[in-house]
């Protein structure tokens, strides 16, 4: 295998609450080659958009801890990068776009501002070849009439506009990776086939390496190769989507699995995992999905399981659950 | 924002809000400079045996001293003292605007927000009376009334009523349209217990806050009315006219108008600290970083 | 267009404000304890004065008529007429009008700036000791009387040191040199308390932008830090700090009563004052009045830059 496009080891992230320090993400650690794509799953609160964040370095600096870990990326550690190069980087090579494009695009800018500040900052275009520039990344995005809507403020949009906007503005320096952060979640149904396919179409188009978080595992398993699962700021399951959907090694995965609607029939009720994800500030001794899961055992209130491999490129955090599989 | 308003008056919730408030550094510091300036005000007699309008020829204009710590006026009267005695003048006017205009704005907020048709029409006198620089409206109200405390808690508290007002008919609007005031309305709760279990409860954070600065903008604006010679009149001290009859020896005899104004910037500041911290806790909307 | 209507809506708003503001100016006068007339007229007239003064204002008529007369005057354009100096209201205040209005102005010119960029440095150093200092000064500028500091100034400034005159006003006419400089001080201890709470108010509302989402995607893209400030979370900021001008114009102006009294300045806050102290009530009620319409003036005229500042109002 060649040298991963990012590779994340023992990423630990905390913040400060009044309660004293949180550990949000917890020795979190994958590999992304060129061109691929990655799925992170898992509910509010498990992690996931703490990591994506971290891949930025987002998060403000007066609540959070330097993050510890290492995420290298072309060669560099961006967890060691000053911020100047970071700068570079962010909007430049890596890009990320949010869940809630009503509150994500600045409502006192138009639409060509705030896509032309992008390349006049990482290109060096002036106003306007900027706006021309804006103008074929409307069009890129499918956004009809894109000459006339690239002056709107985004109050004028829809949500699913908005969030092509916010796709226009991710892709305008043809990042090598684009983080998307749960971009559905906040869209009607249809336009969420909508985006999700826009942004298969532009990955292949542009040759972008794409993470993509969602709460869903359906969207996931649409979109990506690999899928890791998160629960509670750690890793719980990680593995190509296939065999995770074929065979998952972790009950929370099973949980997941079982609340996708089906496609082919309607459903009267759907299953759902008992209980809620719980306050990051409560330490739970042993594998912190326990007071939640099905098939918990005495020893899985004491120690913490480790992730180990179950199978090719298939990791899981569940002992019972092997030792299940293997002695029949 | 859904929490529930009567929780505010639900003892746990009161205990975790004193709690916070107490570890609250700067309700801290202005509840401990407004609790003494309070006692200093209540025992003024113990704290001091000058007579704060005895006139004594002999020493006027005396600097601050070990006898006369804040030293003596232009008719030898101990300034201390009379900083203490009128500290009693100022915190009874605060307070006394603090509730006055306190109870009649809340009346007036939570009719408005209750009783949807007179709703234009409270607000609109609010508006009016708001269109007055709050400071003029008070003096031209003081100076109709006459100069003596109660007109002067009456001029400033309709100059502070409107505030109050849209405040609490604003906290009151949003519980009101709230699922189980609708609830309690269906099942027949009259317009008053709606008011008294669901409407006043949850505006009292807000009105707390308010009433702090109200307090605080009292104790300048009674200054600033004294200075100007519509405050209660000489020779009973104010914070306001000591400065106002110092103001001519301010340069020879400095430690006259000085050290009243000291008194009333910490009484102000006192306030505006602790209704700093009550905002900080109380009002969810104005959420302040750690 | 849009923006045309709704200011018409506004101004068909600030209709009954201004209506409602007339009575209460009138019910002001009948607040006086007592015969109005005689309480003008002083303890020591006569009762033949006090007749000429209760026929010249027109209380020997009942309260309705009296209100309608006040109203129908006022539509004239008649703000009433001083019992003492035999002046029109509006005369006196055209007289003093330049004084305050110059006061003010300054003082706004001061709080403005000084006051956003005290608060948005104060946000962006949030728990620092930039933070710290910023509000600390905000919060005894919040809590000092201005009178008191503006003596005490007087005392530093002008006694010791002799660099700015003590008292007075020169017009404008006399050249802006000497203009600024009679009114540089009593501006900035005029602008003191609105500087404070201006610096307070841009903190917050600095602070709720920077936890915007779009600040995010701001920084995501790479933005520095200073134009992230400055182009993304400044004029979000500037939204509910335009909506309070209003209220510091109006707080500006109220507080220069105090000032001028104590810079012996002769503007619109002296007369008033001595108006109550001559109880000279048709001069209070009608400088009374002349100031509230204003101040819905400058509410229309802050609503207009509103629109402005916030590209959805301008849509909608």
């Known amino acids: 295998m060649t040298t991963p496009l990012l590779a994340v080891r023992d990423l630990t992230v905390q913040f400060r609450t009044d309660a004293g320090w949180l550990t949000a993400v917890e020795n979190v650690g994958?590999?992304?080659?060129?061109?691929?794509?990655?799925?992170?799953?898992?509910?509010?609160?498990?992690?996931?958009?703490?990591?994506?964040?971290?891949?930025?370095?987002?998060?403000?600096?007066?609540?959070?801890?330097?993050?510890?870990?290492?995420?290298?990326?072309?060669?560099?550690?961006?967890?060691?990068?000053?911020?100047?190069?970071?700068?570079?980087?962010?909007?430049?090579?890596?890009?990320?776009?949010?869940?809630?494009?009503?509150?994500?695009?600045?409502?006192?800018?138009?639409?060509?501002?705030?896509?032309?500040?992008?390349?006049?900052?990482?290109?060096?275009?002036?106003?306007?070849?900027?706006?021309?520039?804006?103008v074929g990344l409307l069009d890129m995005v499918r956004i009809a009439d894109a000459a006339h809507r690239v002056d709107a403020y985004p109050h004028q949009l829809s949500g699913g506009m908005r969030q092509r906007v916010m796709i226009a503005i991710a892709i305008a320096c043809r990042p090598k990776l684009l983080i998307a952060d749960e971009p559905t979640t906040a869209l009607d149904v249809t336009i969420q086939a909508q985006i999700l396919d826009l942004l298969r179409e532009l990955q292949a188009e542009l040759g972008m390496s794409v993470i993509l978080i969602s709460h869903d595992l359906g969207v996931i398993a649409e979109f990506a190769r690999r899928v890791m699962v998160m629960y509670a700021g750690r890793v719980v399951e990680a593995a190509p989507s296939r065999a995770l959907f074929r065979q998952p090694m972790h009950p929370y995965t099973s949980g997941l699995l079982a609340a996708i609607p089906?496609?082919?029939?309607?459903v009267t009720r759907?299953?759902?995992?008992?209980?809620?994800?719980?306050?990051?500030?409560?330490?739970?001794?042993?594998?912190?999905?326990?007071?939640r899961c099905a098939e918990v055992e005495a020893a899985c209130r004491e120690t913490a399981p480790d992730l180990v491999t179950v199978g090719a490129g298939h990791l899981a955090r569940c002992p019972p659950r092997l030792h299940r599989m293997a002695a029949p | 924002m859904t929490e529930a308003p009567a929780e505010f008056l639900a003892p746990r919730r009161r205990f975790q809000v004193l709690r916070r408030l107490a570890r609250h550094r700067s309700f801290r510091i202005g509840f401990v400079i407004v609790v003494l300036l309070t006692l200093a005000a209540i025992f003024a007699p113990l704290i001091t045996s000058f007579d704060p309008t005895a006139m004594r020829a002999r020493i006027r204009f005396r600097p601050p001293q070990e006898a006369y710590w804040f030293g003596t006026d232009n008719f030898g009267r101990d300034v201390f003292t009379r900083c203490l005695y009128g500290a009693r003048l100022s915190l009874t006017i605060g307070l006394g605007v603090a509730l006055l205009s306190g109870v009649v704005g809340t009346a007036a907020g939570i009719v408005s927000a209750q009783f949807r048709r007179l709703d234009a029409m409270i607000m609109r006198l609010m508006d009016g009376l708001m269109a007055f620089p709050a400071i003029i409206l008070a003096i031209g109200l003081a100076a109709a009334m006459g100069p003596n405390i109660g007109s002067l808690i009456v001029a400033l508290s309709v100059a502070y009523i409107p505030r109050t007002a849209r405040i609490v008919r604003a906290s009151a609007l949003v519980v009101r349209e709230l699922e189980f005031v609708d609830a309690a309305r269906v099942s027949g709760a009259s317009s008053l217990r709606i008011i008294w279990?669901?409407?006043?409860?949850?505006?009292?954070?807000?009105?707390?806050?308010?009433?702090?600065f109200v307090f605080a903008y009292a104790i300048l604006a009674e200054a600033a009315l004294s200075f100007l010679g519509i405050g209660p009149p000489p020779p009973a001290p104010s914070w306001g006219n000591i400065i106002a009859e110092g103001r001519d020896q301010a340069v020879d005899a400095w430690w006259i108008m000085f050290f009243p104004g000291l008194a009333i910037s910490l009484a102000t500041l006192g306030m505006n600290l602790l209704g700093d911290g009550l905002r900080d806790v109380l009002d969810p909307r104005l959420k302040v970083e750690t | 267009m849009r923006m045309l209507r709704r200011l018409l809506l506004r101004l068909g708003q600030a209709i009954p404000v201004i209506l409602v503001v007339a009575v209460l100016a009138f019910f002001l006068m009948h607040l006086l304890p007592g015969d109005p007339a005689a309480v003008i007229a002083g303890p020591e007239a006569g009762a033949e004065a006090v007749e000429r003064i209760r026929r010249q204002l027109g209380l020997d008529r009942s309260i309705p008529e009296q209100l309608l007369v006040w109203l129908w005057h006022l539509a004239q354009g008649d703000f009433g007429t001083s019992i003492i100096h035999n002046q029109s209201v509006l005369q006196a205040l055209a007289d003093r009008m330049p004084v305050t209005a110059s006061l003010t102005l300054v003082a706004f010119a001061m709080t403005i700036p000084i006051g956003i960029v005290l608060g948005v440095a104060a946000a962006k150093f949030r728990n620092t000791w930039v933070d710290s200092a910023v509000m600390l000064m905000a919060l005894i500028g919040v809590s000092v009387p201005g009178f008191w500091i503006a003596i005490l100034s007087v005392i530093l400034f002008s006694v010791t040191l002799g660099w700015l005159p003590a008292s007075g006003y020169v017009p404008l006419s006399e050249g802006v040199w000497p203009w600024l400089r009679a009114l540089i001080q009593p501006a900035a201890m005029l602008a003191l308390f609105q500087i404070g709470f201006l610096a307070r108010m841009a903190r917050s509302a600095t602070l709720d932008v920077l936890d915007q989402d779009y600040i995010r995607t701001a920084r995501a893209k790479g933005v520095s830090e200073w134009r992230t400030i400055a182009k993304h979370a400044f004029r979000n900021t500037l939204i509910p700090v335009v909506t309070t001008t209003g209220i510091i114009l109006s707080l500006l102006m109220g507080g220069s009563v105090v000032i001028e009294q104590v810079f012996a300045m002769p503007g619109v806050g002296r007369l008033i004052v001595q108006a109550i102290l001559t109880r000279?009530?048709?001069?209070?009620?009608?400088?009374?009045?002349?100031?509230?319409?204003?101040?819905?003036?400058?509410?229309?005229?802050?609503?207009?830059?509103?629109?402005?500042?916030?590209?959805?109002?301008?849509?909608?």
């Open chain 2, 197 to 212: 279990k669901h409407l006043l409860p949850n505006c009292m954070g807000p009105l707390l806050v308010q009433l702090t």
């Open chain 3, 280 to 316: 000279d009530y048709p001069m209070v009620q009608g400088t009374l009045l002349a100031l509230a319409f204003l101040f819905v003036a400058i509410n229309l005229m802050v609503d207009i830059v509103y629109t402005w500042v916030d590209p959805r109002v301008r849509y909608d």
């Open chain 1, 270 to 291: 759907l299953s759902t995992i008992a209980g809620s994800i719980p306050d990051p500030a409560r330490r739970i001794p042993g594998c912190r999905f326990s007071p």
């Open chain 1, 262 to 266: 089906p496609l082919d029939h309607d």
């Open chain 1, 30 to 134: 994958f590999e992304l080659g060129a061109q691929e794509t990655l799925g992170i799953v898992g509910e509010s609160g498990s992690g996931k958009s703490v990591t994506a964040l971290s891949l930025l370095g987002l998060h403000a600096a007066s609540t959070t801890r330097l993050p510890t870990g290492s995420i290298d990326y072309a060669g560099q550690n961006l967890l060691k990068l000053p911020e100047r190069a970071m700068r570079r980087i962010r909007g430049g090579e890596i890009a990320m776009i949010f869940q809630d494009p009503m509150s994500s695009l600045n409502p006192v800018l138009t639409v060509a501002d705030q896509i032309s500040e992008t390349v006049m900052l990482h290109q060096g275009l002036d106003r306007a070849a900027a706006r021309k520039r804006a």
